[in-house]
Each structure stands twice: as C-alpha cells, then as structure tokens.
C-alpha cells in the first residue's frame, strides 16, 4: 500500500493521560498511573496508519482520547482542522458521526438484547440518517456490504459465531457514514482463520468508502497488510513511527528490532535471530528515567545518558544511538 499525500485529517499533539491512583478508606491520592505521556502523529486523509506495542502501553487508551470517550490530562487532538475539546454539542455530534470504532470484543461490544437491524436502526436514528423504508434498506445494504446476508437484520448476536460478530461491529461502525475509523485490536480476539478473512474485508471497505484507519495491534505480523504507516508505541510513548515497508526492512528503535524478531516467520531464512528482552514492560505509575526502555535494551552503546536523558522521536525513532 502507498501512504497517502495531503494535509492530516487527524492530528495528535503532546497528548497526556495520568489516571489517579487512589488508596486507603478516604481514597487519597498516591499517585499517577501514566497511561499516556507525550504522544503525537498525524494521520493523512485516506490513509491507514497503524499504532502497535505490547499490552499495557496505552494503545487503547490513546484511540478512546482521541474519539473524546476519555478526556485527556494534557495535549491536543484536532481532526479536520478543529481541536476537538472545543468542540459544542453539535460539533461533537459530528465528529461522532465522522469517526467511528470498531471494538476488539466483536460479542462484549454488542447489545445482546436488540436485534441487529436493531442496533443498526438506532444509529440511523440517532443521526438522522434514514428512517422506515429507507433504513430498512440502508440495513441490507450495510450487512451486504460486511459479507452477511439481509435477513440477518432479524437475529441476535448471540445467534452469529465470532468472526460473523465482528462483521456486525463492522457494519454499526459504518452506518453513519463516517471518514475515520479506529479498529482497535478487531481481529485478536478471532480464531486465525477468520483473522484474514476480516482483514481483507477491512481493506476492501477502506477503498471502497475511502475510509482513513487507525488500526490498533499488539500483532505486527497483521500490520503488512493494512497500514501505510507504523507507530510503535512503549509504556504511553510513541518511540519509532514509519512507514510500512522501512520499519519491516530496517528498524531503528531496539523495541522495533525485538518485536519483529519475534513475529512468525514460514520461512526462517533472512529473518532477524529472534531478539529476547529481559524483564517485563515497565511500570506506567513509576516509569524509570530517562528512556522508558532502557532497563530491557539490548543495545551495546547503551549508557547513561539513555538512564537519565529522555530521547525526542527525531529521525523516526525516540532512540539516543540509533540502530
């Protein structure tokens, strides 16, 4: 795929997260648990970048402050130009019916009470999109489109098997029409033979409704064959960002470098020697100094200025040595 040219539709600058940490009978605050902390890229308009790391390194955090489902600490999210913490009720109801999410639990994520014609009903409802006749056919359409069958509309979720599920969360995020779509970890949750199924259905919408990603994985062995762009993410920090095919050649970032050592490969010939890191990700409530990586990085010019100095992303990786 060829990333996108033109100005960004979504831009994340410096954004924050601290959530308090609370103990005791009163409930005093002890500290701050760093979900977030200091994260930024730019996302192109039809473009699909995708934003990976471990479990635990704000990822999902970081897509919900964007869509406004968490209001952040500090920083900035402007999509199309506006910042979107001023936005009024009727900018924010746009913005809503302009950027969507696709959720990783395609069964938690539904309302297991409603039909899905239901639930697809109440999103053209609640934006004003169709109504009677015409949404009944807006729904056939949507379900056609997700490669599920019109009569669907009449069943329940639990009534559909996980990958069927997902299409349905699929087909919701879709029936507002919107330009932006955050697919956060759509696929983990899906036996592997349903994943590419999904995926390639992800990439046929995004060129068949010009859709924009950001796609959401801890999977980097997904990431080829939907993103444009790659950010990697570690303990709430965005520490390399490039584009598809330069990281997968020549990663920069020593965290880039073990995680794609360790993505399966069919074969083993030419791929990195797997790159074992020692310890666990760190503690966002006490992160270490200087460079959050330092206590699992193998690098040999590892020193300290990496243990007190936090490295900027400047050449598209937050690293003081580089690769």
Known sequence: MTARTGAPLLEVRELVKHFPIRSGILGRRRGHLRAVDGVSFEVRRGESVAL????????????????????????????DGQNTDELDRAGLMGFRRRAQIIFQDPYGSLNPRMTVGGM??????VHGLA?????????GELLEAVGLHSDDAGRYPHEFSGGQRQRIGIARA?????????????????DVSVQAQVLNLLADL????RLTYLFITHDLSVVRHIADRVAVMYLGRVVELADCESLFANPLHPYTQALLSAVPAVD??????????SGELGNPADPPPGCPFHPRCPHPAKDERCRSELPELEGGAACHHGS
């Open 52 to 79: 990976v790391g471990e479990s635990g390194c704000g990822k999902s955090t970081t897509a919900r402050l964007i869509l406004g489902l968490l209001k952040p600490t500090a920083g900035r999210v402007t999509f």
């Open 120 to 125: 697809l009903r109440e999103a053209l409802r």
């Open 131 to 139: 109504r009677g006749r015409g949404a009944e056919q807006r729904i």
């Open 174 to 190: 879709l029936a507002v029409e919107p330009e932006f779509v955050v697919a956060d970890e759509p696929v983990s949750a899906l």
């Open 206 to 209: 995004r060129e068949r409704f």
């Open 268 to 277: 083993a010939r030419g791929w990195p020697e797997r790159i074992a890191l």
